[in-house]
């Protein structure tokens, strides 16, 4: 056990001590407060825009769409003058508006033709015609004035039927085992559960294919004679797999502490930045417990396979058509998710959580979602935990067998003799 | 008595249809120094990786220091193999730390050993380095000190001097010296038959996984003694030559310039060969019956049986 040890801190300094684990450690929380901050930051909050209403209707939808602008200006702040030209001199006006735009003097002006009311198309001209929150704030603001003119025109008050179409409060939430409705709402539980299946993912691509080299390259760079010669084949697998595995939930720790920090600031900091942050619901202890379990269940499971799968590649192009072997049953659980996701108790999900290539993403995702009993988990955890156990011995010794082949990759059938002959 | 250092019985080793080992038996005693001499292909990796349990037989029995080769044992056996590598990313001390460890020696220990050896070979101001910035010798020397740092009673060291330059050759040899004046058991394999003969007490000759020849090094020469002539030309003429390599008495024929190492066909008398030559007026200046070199027992032994190279391993 002391030399599997001595295998496991070295792989573990190895891998921790690389530029790319540096670059992921940072990269993965910058995602994620990108994915929170980026849009407040870019969003264009408070810049301000002139505008001129130029009125042909000359009915005071102008002042209707001005007021609808400052009402509802989308985070920009509008600032207008309404012109109402006279007979036949809109033209000119226009023109002069187009020249002032041109020139920067104002932003744009919004053009409400005579027969708006009745199907003329309204249009605006501005110097920033592709911000899409600038534009829709015009929209908007025509919609909406045009609409109220309309109702007035047939007799109805416009307040009135605002009022009567209003949307009715409506929320999602999700409810635990104790019938209490939690906090968060489903959609941004959904969302959560979506993060936590491609973090599972792509951590075990990554660290996989992460074990697969480094087995490829001690194989290739020869050192693994003189490391076997003081340590079994199965001891060298098992503390490539437990070290890089180390390194890669070190990865995660960090990850997942620099995203509770970014929560529990996010909300301040974006707000002073004029944006929104969305919900972030609060995981259940009982659901990070079988998140971390099964996601590190799943690591070992996958890596084992990804070192047998390195052991047998006798060149770098054999290792990468091999990998295929590896990312098959990780892709079909990782789109198993989404089903899942729409009926986290449905037989797919049971027979997810069943099978351990798959459990590994099934189980987290419907604990995160609240809906798995612990008599589908345990059985579960025990699957995966067995398959794991069968992989890591198997996979021992298929690394045995082939870790000093070179030339040419051992049959099937041969690795099959050896894996039961010893 | 004190079992033997190693001691293989039976041992046959086969991957699918190619016998890489058939049926060996190897005694190496105590404190010696035991020379695996054989062409490429001849068994000599698979035998060592078989008694370093790095592969497992497919028959025979293994001990090594009068035990089975299991991790205990594996502690006292120092390893060089002939297909070099190390970790290119880690630093030189910290390699030889880790190798260390891996022998049971805790990096306190194997510190002021690893400081005193990267002395010895002259790497001492490396030992902070990347082990890729190292030459290929630098990094073979790394590989001795590993093979020897945790001080093992069984040094192996499968082709130690390829790649070295003369210098570090006689370096490595002198250290060998030492670990012989300290009574480790040392087992070479080579196929350098120099090198064997001029270090060893011991010697085995495979050939297709079958030991051809085995025993002390100056026995093994003279049961193959009697047989062998040397003998210099003067004046050197190709008829000359083509006299000797023409006399019934002469079955193989070694030039080296203008002496001759002849072996003599079964049932040749010397003293008829000689008075054959000086009949057919052939000058000599020299005419012994000679102890054979252990080249001239290997080429007896194996070199008539041509074996493709690289065909095992």
């Not at chain 1, 987290?364 to 794991?388: D, E, F, K």
């Amino acid at each position: 056990m002391s030399r599997t040890w001595t295998i496991v801190k070295r792989e573990f300094l190895a891998t921790a001590r690389t530029k790319g684990f540096l670059i992921g450690t940072l990269f993965g929380p910058a995602i994620l407060a990108g994915w929170i901050l980026l849009p407040a930051l870019f969003a264009d909050g408070g810049a301000s825009r002139e505008v001129v209403v130029i009125d042909g209707t000359r009915s005071g939808l102008g002042d209707e769409v001005a007021a609808q602008l400052l009402r509802d200006s989308q985070g920009l702040v509008f600032s207008t003058r309404v012109v109402e030209p006279a007979p036949g001199t809109a033209d000119s006006v226009r023109a002069a508006m187009a020249v002032l735009a041109a020139g920067g003097e104002i932003d744009g002006y919004v053009w409400l033709p005579p027969g708006l009311p009745t199907g003329e198309s309204a249009s605006y001209d501005a110097r920033h015609s592709t911000n899409m929150r600038e534009v829709g704030a015009v929209r908007s603001a025509v919609d909406d004035a045009v609409r109220q003119a309309r109702l007035r025109a047939a007799g109805i008050d416009p307040a009135t039927l605002t009022e009567a179409l209003r949307p009715a409060p409506f929320e999602t939430r999700g409810v635990d085992g104790q019938g209490r409705g939690a906090a968060a709402s489903g959609e941004a539980m959904i969302m959560v559960s979506i993060i936590a299946v491609f973090v599972i993912y792509f951590v075990i691509l990554l660290y996989g294919n992460n074990v697969q080299r480094g087995v490829r390259e001690e194989k290739e760079n020869r050192v693994v004679e003189i490391v076997l010669s003081s340590v079994r084949a199965e001891q060298l697998m098992a503390g490539k797999v437990f070290g890089i595995g180390g390194a890669c939930l070190l990865q995660v720790a960090i990850w997942v502490a620099v995203a509770a920090l970014v929560s529990a600031f996010a909300e301040e900091l974006v707000g002073s930045l004029g944006g929104q942050v969305p919900s972030i619901p609060a995981i259940p202890a009982s659901a990070a417990v079988v998140y971390v379990a099964f996601f590190a269940g799943g690591f070992f499971l996958y890596a084992a396979i990804y070192a047998a799968l390195g052991a047998l590649a006798v060149s770098g192009q054999d290792a990468q058509n091999m990998q295929f072997a590896a990312m098959l049953p990780l892709m079909v659980a990782f789109f198993m998710a989404f089903g899942v996701m729409n009926d986290p108790e449905g037989p797919l999900a049971v027979a997810g959580s069943l099978i351990p290539f798959t459990s590994l993403i099934v189980v987290p995702l419907r604990a995160i979602l609240g809906a798995i009993p612990w008599s589908q988990t345990l059985p579960a955890a025990a699957i995966l935990a067995a398959t794991c156990w069968a992989t890591l011995w198997v996979a021992g010794r298929i690394y045995r067998a082939t870790i000093l082949a070179t030339g040419q990759r051992p049959s099937l059938a041969r690795i099959w003799r050896f894996v039961r002959s010893t | 008595m004190s079992s033997p250092a190693i001691e293989i019985r039976g041992l046959r080793k086969e991957y699918g249809d190619t016998v890489a080992v058939d049926g060996l038996d190897l005694l190496v005693p105590r404190g010696s120094t035991y020379a695996l001499l054989g062409p490429n292909g001849s068994g000599k990796t698979t035998t060592i990786r078989t008694l370093l349990r790095i592969q497992e037989p497919d028959a025979g029995t293994v001990l090594v220091l009068g035990e089975p080769p299991g991790p205990a044992v594996r502690d006292r056996i120092g390893y060089l193999p002939e297909e070099r590598g190390l970790y290119p990313r880690m630093k030189v001390r910290e390699v030889l730390t880790f190798l260390a460890e891996l022998k049971g020696i805790a990096p306190r220990a194997s510190r002021p050993r690893i400081d005193g050896w990267l002395e010895r070979v002259g790497l001492a101001e490396r030992a902070n380095d990347l082990v890729q910035g190292l030459s290929k010798g630098m990094q073979q020397k790394l590989q001795f000190i590993a093979a020897v740092v945790h001080e093992p009673e069984i040094v192996i060291l499968d082709e130690p001097f390829s790649g070295l330059d003369p210098i570090n050759q006689q370096a490595l040899r002198e250290i060998v010296g030492e670990l012989r004046r300290a009574e480790r058991t040392i087992l070479f394999s080579t196929h350098i038959i120099e090198h064997a003969e001029r270090l060893c007490d011991h010697v085995t000759i495979l050939s297709r996984g079958r030991a051809v020849v085995a025993g002390e090094v100056g026995r093994v020469k003279r049961e193959h003694g009697g047989r062998h002539v040397g003998l210099t030309l003067d004046p050197w003429t190709p008829p000359a030559v083509a006299a000797v390599r023409a006399a019934p008495e002469v079955a193989r024929v070694h030039e080296d310039g203008h002496a001759l190492e002849l072996t003599l066909a079964d049932g040749a008398d010397p003293r008829a060969l000689l008075t054959r030559l000086v009949t057919a007026g052939v000058g000599l200046v020299r005419f012994e019956v000679v102890e054979p070199s252990l080249q001239q027992v290997f080429i007896d032994r194996v070199g008539s049986k041509p074996i493709e190279e690289g065909a095992l391993v």
